[in-house]
Every structure is written in C-alpha cells, then in structure tokens.
C-alpha cells in the first residue's frame, strides 16, 4: 500500500508566524490538492471560533475525494466544535513528554491514558475517525509511547500520530523509532515532522521506509518556527530516488507542483527562495564551466532528475565561472561570435559586472556588455583581419561576411 500524505497547509502551514489566508484563498488550495491528488487534509482547528468552523464547513461541502481532518486538544467541548463540519477524521493531540505533561498540561502519565480513553469514545460517537496525536514524542519514553498507542488502540483509534515537535529527530533515530511502534502496534503510524534542524524531509523519508502509513506535509513548507516537511520535496523524493526504499507511488502529479506551490507562496505571502530544491527559479540554472560544458555533452551528467517532470527545462546563464564554451554559445545565440581571445577578455569583464550586480547578465546585458566593451577590440581584430587577408590574397579581393563582428565594430 502507498504511504498516505496527510497535507496539513491549512492547519500546520497556517500557524507559521505571519500567515493567515482568506477563506477563498482556503477553499482555493484544498480545491487544488485534491485536484493533484493529495487524499488527506488537515483542514483546520474548530475551537478557534464560528468563522473557523465556517470556512471548513465550506471545505468539506467542496471536496469529493479528499478526506478531511481537524485538529483538537483531547478536550470534549474541541470535539464537540466538530459537529455539522462534515469532517471524516479528528486529530486528538496532547503531550507524552515528561516536559510537556509536567510543565504544560501539569498531569502525569496516568492522567494522559485516562484522558485518551475517555475522548477517543466521546469522538468516535460523534462518528469520527480518530488519530491521537503524540505532541512531543521525540522527546517521550518509548515505553511510554506504546502504553499510549496500546489505549489509543483498545479506545478505538485508527491512527496514532508522531510528532517530532520540537524538529530534534535525524533520520537513522526516526526510522528505529518508527519502526519499533509499527511493529508495536496495530494502528496506523503518521509522521509529522518539523525542520528546525533541516532534516523534516529526510525524517520523513526515514518514517516511510520504517513502515509509516501516513505523513504531514506542508506546501514550501510552511509551519512553526521552521516549518514542516514540504510537501513537494517529500513527493519529488518519492518519485525520482531509486533503490526501491518507497512503497509504490503516492498518486500525486509531480508536474503539478510548482503551481500548487506559487499558489501557496501568494496566499502566504511568502516568496520562494530561488535556490529552492524542486520549485526554485533557478534549481535548473547553470553557470559553472565544468557543469555547462558536461550539460551540453550530455544532460544527465549533471541532472539528478529531468526538470521536465515539473514543465521545466535546463537554463544557461553567464557568470564569473563561465567557461568560454558556453560565453561563445551564449554570445551565438545572440548573433555574436567571440574567438578565444575575446572569450578570455569578456570572462573577465563578465566576473567585473558580476560581482558589482550581484546576478547573472540578462541576454540583452551581454549584448550591450559586448558593445561596450569589446568595441575596440573587434575594430582591431576586423582590421588585423583584413589586413591578412589581403597579404595572402594580394590580387584578390574575397567578399567573406564578418557582419556579425562589423555590426558590433560600429554600434548597431
């Protein structure tokens, strides 16, 4: 069975200090995850209010794949806010670390399991499925964690949910960790991952190959403090990594995600960093010399995956580390031909404006960087030129076309 990918943008995603969508802006992303495919939505938290449970009213009434959930405290009037949403699941969360049962809730371990108990029947009477969400689990005893998922199980839950809270876990603790409490239990595990160590994606990954059912991600993984597992790295990752290590596909459109992910980046108001893995304005931007030269040679010599699974395609630009093979392709596209001589001169000129501007010469820039520059020196090559030609050829007067350099010689 294929992983489930439980996208939590509009509950997690919304929490990133900062962000709050519109209610069309909502209804417009969960509208375009079910359109490319995502099965599950964390939808919201209904104890935030009546404009709350409004807006996802309106989500659950428009989707007619996609499940949805909602995130409570185990707290019976958080449950109760459910009633009338429509809603399929419910994420009941309280702590199972020492420092959040003590320090934030003031209960012990006793009060945590009655406390499951008791609201994993009051929701599943209100005809939910129940997830319990184990908040601060990277930070719990493991022994502790099965006595939970054991009374999640015997109160009837379907779902038992990780959450590396704090973002703490590397990949070879998760997968050991998950893997103990899916051979543990016989509920299905979800991991929700947190990046404050940059590792939401690999952790994610590791939970997979461990046996999770199910995982949180975030669109540009938007969430608390550094976010969550993006969603579009977590679903890229799946589909190009070889090896065999992910269980089948998760029935996502790969080339759908640059667009879900401008739609998010607008609704959030949050720009996408250009060096951004998958969805980047420049993630298929080259310049190096050695990397260019093995692109022209052959794609996948520096091509991990083919871009145009996401509708894009390999760009070259011109920066100080240019070779002069692709400064004379470049400058050939643009009806300019540089011998080696005048290739070496432009990569100095080219790293000058570079490092002074901060990016990459426009295809018009290098035009005028050329005029500007080289002016003189393709005068005096053309006449250097000519001046050969004719002691070579001295009764012959040969019509061959230097236009390209001609023009350039005189400004046009």
């Given at each position: ?8 943008t ?7 200090a900062?962000?709050?969508f ?12 079910e359109?490319v495919?995502?099965p ?15 807006v996802?009213?309106a ?15 185990m ?9 009338g ?7 009941l ?6 420092q ?7 209960i012990?371990r006793?009060?945590?399991l009655?406390r499951i108990?008791?609201?994993v ?6 005809g939910l499925k ?16 099965y ?7 015997l109160?009837?839950?379907s ?31 979800e991991?929700?991952?947190?990046n404050?160590l ?9 939970a ?5 059912h ?6 540009n ?7 969550n597992a993006?969603?579009?790295e977590?679903?890229m ?14 029935g ?9 992910c ?12 250009q060096?951004?893995?998958?969805v ?8 190096s010399g050695i990397?260019v ?8 010599n ?26 004379k ?28 501007n ?7 820039q ?7 520059h ?13 001046s050969?030609r ?6 012959c ?13 005189e400004g046009?």
């Open positions: 069975m294929a992983v489930i990918i439980n996208d939590t509009l509950r997690d995603g919304e929490q990133t900062g962000v709050a519109t209610p069309e802006e909502k209804l417009a992303i969960a509208a375009k995850l359109a495919g995502v599950e939505l964390e939808i919201g938290i209904p104890a935030m209010g009546a404009r709350e449970r409004e996802m009213g989500i659950t009434a428009s989707l007619t794949t996609t499940q949805t959930m909602a995130w409570c405290r707290v019976a009037d958080d449950i109760y806010a459910c009633r949403l429509g809603l399929d699941w419910v994420d969360s309280i702590p199972v670390s020492p959040q049962m003590q320090h934030k809730l003031g012990g006793a009060e945590v009655s108990q008791h609201h029947r009051v929701a599943l009477d209100e129940v997830c319990v969400g184990m908040e601060d689990a990277s930070r719990a005893d493991p022994a502790f964690l006595q939970v998922a054991e009374q999640a199980e109160a009837g839950a779902r038992v949910r990780f959450a590396d809270t704090l973002g703490i876990l590397d990949p070879f603790t998760t997968e050991e960790t998950i893997s103990g409490l899916v051979d543990y239990t016989g509920l299905q595990v991991m929700h991952a947190h404050d940059g590792l939401a994606t690999a952790n994610t990954l590791a997979i190959t461990a046996g999770a199910s995982v949180n991600t975030t669109v993984g938007l969430g608390e403090r550094a976010g993006p969603l579009e977590v679903v990752a799946m589909e190009v990594i070889r090896q065999g290590r992910y269980r089948g596909k998760v996502i459109s790969v080339s759908t995600l640059p667009e879900i401008d739609q998010v980046a607008a609704a959030a108001g949050r720009s996408i960093c060096q951004k893995c998958i980047g304005q420049n993630v298929f931007t080259h310049e990397h030269d093995g692109l022209l040679k052959h794609p996948e520096y091509q991990g995956f083919d871009p145009a699974l996401l509708g894009r395609q390999h760009a070259l630009v011109l920066g100080k580390h240019s070779g002069k093979q692709a400064i392709n470049l400058c050939l596209a643009q009806g300019i031909y540089l011998d080696d001589s005048q290739c070496e001169h432009f990569r100095t000129i080219l790293a000058l404006w570079v490092e002074a901060k990016h990459s010469p426009s295809p018009e290098v035009v005028e960087l050329v005029k500007h080289l002016k003189e020196n393709l005068k005096k090559q053309e006449q250097e030129s000519r050969e004719l002691k070579v050829l001295p009764q007067h040969h019509p061959r076309n230097h236009a390209g350099l001609a023009n350039i010689a046009e």
